[in-house]
């Protein structure tokens, strides 16, 4: 359905990362793009934002729409620097919130931690009220005890407050009554209630997702009202969007109420770029790789489509607490460019996931840095260049570096600082598998199989020791890979996931009933997009359906065409299923009946995209300019004098034997001795993997 078309003169796209912060600029008149990078700013993040969009040459009163993705939800979570918060729980549940599930996901580890939850016992309080799972009314709320534990919350200084009342998916009657008393009583309290973030069954998990959302709210709405002072302040008179952890946007005033829907806004843009990047080159199925400062993050296009999930477990899968939203089915490890590199308990080196982040950072930044770190890695082993990192702007101090793993790695190890860096380089590529495997291998993919685009500041220079350990043939590196995930937001949508528990046995699934359901959250969806200021060029709906064989407790999610309703075909709902779940689980029972467990929505309004245009090809062999020196870079066990190329200078049909260094403004790429690296006609980097290194 059409709505118009986008007429926005500069789009701009801000993605903060642990070090650095990246600005892309798209000119949609022009089809021009621009990037910006610059050191993170802890103490106030939004002054990196403007540092990084002055670098790009832009300005903010020139932009009509500003994209952002961030770190400071999930970074508050797993900090634990959230708000002062309490929970509203229905009599009698006091403890769901802490019991969970009572599994343990690996049976045979021995160092399991259960989760802890982010509201400690003495502030969970019981409201007297009661639903039936039918949405009928078993115990009328009692308002009286909620006006009172209101003024009690105001006067042990509360600043949050999560409600979660039982079964308010079905009828939120209760929580919505809780929640304007409690805005009387206490107007100064972020409140937040269940069934506006989560409309699925599992009290555990509801109670999770409501409760993280209420601790991170004030501090994420100060933030983003902190970016909203400074657009102000620069003239900006656009709209503001942030990315979603389903890669989609929202509006700035939605993602201060529901914050936790911006868990993973960072990472899912960057899987948003790696699905352009492939539909442009005409490939399948890829694996995006990102490291950048503090992590390493790794996502899955599979057959076109970028994979999600309906809930992820936040902070490490043995002791997490559930988020039950929809999001980008991304895996993460502590594993980046700032990660530090030490002697563990017992002797054994380790790195990560501990990181030096943007201050003091690595030891040659310079910058206060005491601790050896995977970049000091990187330039003690030649693959950076002291005087050539962010294209000069930045000086990395080698001696310190070297000094550094000396006193801390290498003399306690007996080992000299070169066998201890390689040692760490190792280390981190093994960890970084990890991320690879837990999107593919744990969904039935095999991870082999598929194309690796590795981007984000650090990705290129680890990207092919990461391939060799999973087995993979193909990396591509991306036009400006660190700031691939600003780029990627350049790509997103106005996205709306809807998703409603309503159980029944396919059977008997009755379409006049399912209808009703699902255009009721579909109008939400349109009416949601069409309420912001941005025109977009047209509105998708799709449909999906959690399903399970009957006997199971767990579903999975079956993305379903339209036309399955409209010809109200059961047989084929059916064999989607089958195929779906021999997929994740590697078996099916296709003579086995299955059952509906909940309908989901997605409501998507498609915005312009950034033209990937192919450029012609020239010779094989790079002009001579593009040549910048050679020196030596450690690879086998030994120095190899290794020639340098400058990215700018390659064009498409160059061909480069390893080993080599391609280095960039924001970015190295390395090429291993028995590698080819190859320049595509959209100018991106594609490698191909040798034989393993000697």
């Known amino acids: 359905m059409s709505a118009g ?6 789009r701009l796209a801000a993605d903060i990362g642990g070090t650095f912060t990246d600005i892309a600029a798209f000119d949609v008149a022009a089809g021009e793009l621009r990037f910006g990078k610059a050191l993170s700013t802890p103490a106030s993040l939004v002054e990196a934002i403007g540092d990084g969009v002055k670098k790009a ?114 009828n939120p009657a209760h929580e919505i009554r809780v929640k304007e008393i409690l805005q009387e009583e206490a107007p100064g309290l972020f409140v937040s209630v269940s069934h506006e973030l989560s409309q699925e069954y599992r009290e555990f998990e509801r109670c999770s997702t409501v409760v993280a959302n209420a601790y991170i709210g004030p501090r994420v709405r100060q933030y983003l009202g902190e970016i909203e002072d400074r657009l102000a302040a620069e003239r900006f008179a656009g709209e503001f969007l942030v990315v979603q952890s389903t890669g989609g946007l929202y509006e700035a005033g939605e993602a201060k109420e529901q914050c936790v829907r911006m868990l993973e806004s960072g990472p899912a843009a960057g899987v948003l770029g790696t699905r352009a990047l492939c539909a442009a080159t005409g490939i399948d199925s890829a694996i995006s790789f990102d490291m950048g400062g503090t992590t390493a993050k790794a996502g899955v296009i599979y057959q076109g489509k970028s994979l999600t999930t309906g809930a992820a477990l936040i902070g490490g899968y043995d002791h997490a607490l559930p988020v039950q939203v929809a999001m980008m089915h991304i895996f993460e490890v502590g594993t980046g460019g700032g990660s530090i590199a030490r002697i563990a308990d017992g002797g054994s080196l380790r790195v990560g996931p501990e990181s030096a982040g943007a201050a003091p950072g690595p030891v040659c930044y310079g910058l206060g840095g005491t601790e050896p770190t995977v970049t000091d890695v990187n330039l003690l082993l030649g693959r950076l260049a002291p005087d050539r990192f962010l294209g000069g702007e930045m000086k990395l101090d080698v001696m310190a570096a070297e000094r550094a793993f000396r006193e801390r790695i290498a003399v306690p190890l007996g080992m000299d600082a070169v066998e201890a860096a390689e040692g760490i380089l190792r280390i981190a590529a093994t960890a970084m598998s990890y991320a690879v495997k837990g999107v593919t291998t744990e969904r039935g993919l095999d991870a082999a199989a598929f194309t690796m685009v590795a981007y984000g500041g650090a990705g290129p220079l680890h990207a092919a020791e990461v391939a060799r350990e999973i087995g993979m043939k193909t990396i591509i590196i991306p036009v400006s890979p660190g700031h691939f995930s600003a780029f990627g937001m350049l790509f997103s949508d106005l996205r709306y996931d809807y998703v409603r528990t309503h159980p029944m046995r396919l059977s008997e699934a009755v379409f006049d009933e399912i209808e009703p359901e699902f255009g009721e959250l579909e109008g939400t969806g349109i009416a949601a997009v069409r309420r912001t200021a941005v025109a977009v060029e047209e509105i998708v709906l799709a449909r999906a359906l959690d399903m399970r064989y009957v006997g199971q407790e767990h579903a999975v999610t079956v993305d379903l065409p339209g036309e399955y309703f409209a010809d109200h075909n059961l047989e084929a709902i059916k064999e989607a299923f089958d195929r779906t779940h021999e997929l994740r689980y590697g078996t099916s029972a296709p003579q086995e009946r299955a059952e509906i467990v909940s309908l989901r929505s997605t409501v998507t309004g498609i915005l312009k995209k950034p033209p990937l245009a192919r450029v012609a090809e020239g010779k094989e062999t790079p002009d001579a300019r593009a040549f910048t020196g050679t020196r030596p870079v450690f690879f086998g066990g030994r120095f190899v004098d290794t020639p340098s190329y400058a990215r700018v200078a390659l064009v498409p049909g160059n061909r480069i034997p390893g080993p080599a260094v391609v280095e960039e403004h924001a970015s190295t790429t390395v090429v291993l001795p028995s590698d080819t690296l190859a320049v595509d006609g959209f100018r991106n980097l594609v490698i191909t993997i040798g034989s393993a290194l000697r």
């Open 5 to 10: 078309t986008t007429r926005h003169r500069i």
């Open 57 to 170: 040459g832009v300005n903010f009163a020139d932009a009509d729409l500003f994209l952002h993705g961030t770190t400071v939800a999930i970074n508050t979570m797993l900090e634990r620097t959230g708000a002062r918060t309490a929970l509203l729980i229905t009599d009698g549940f006091r403890d769901v919130y802490e019991i969970g599930r009572v599994n343990r996901p690996d049976a045979y580890n021995l160092y399991f931690r259960k989760h802890d939850p982010l509201v400690k016992r003495a502030m969970r309080f019981e409201v007297r009220e009661r639903m039936y799972a039918e949405g009928e009314i078993r115990t009328p709320l009692d308002e009286a005890q909620v006006r009172a534990l209101a003024r009690r919350l105001r006067e042990i200084r509360v600043e949050a407050v999560a409600v979660l009342l039982l079964h308010s998916y079905r």
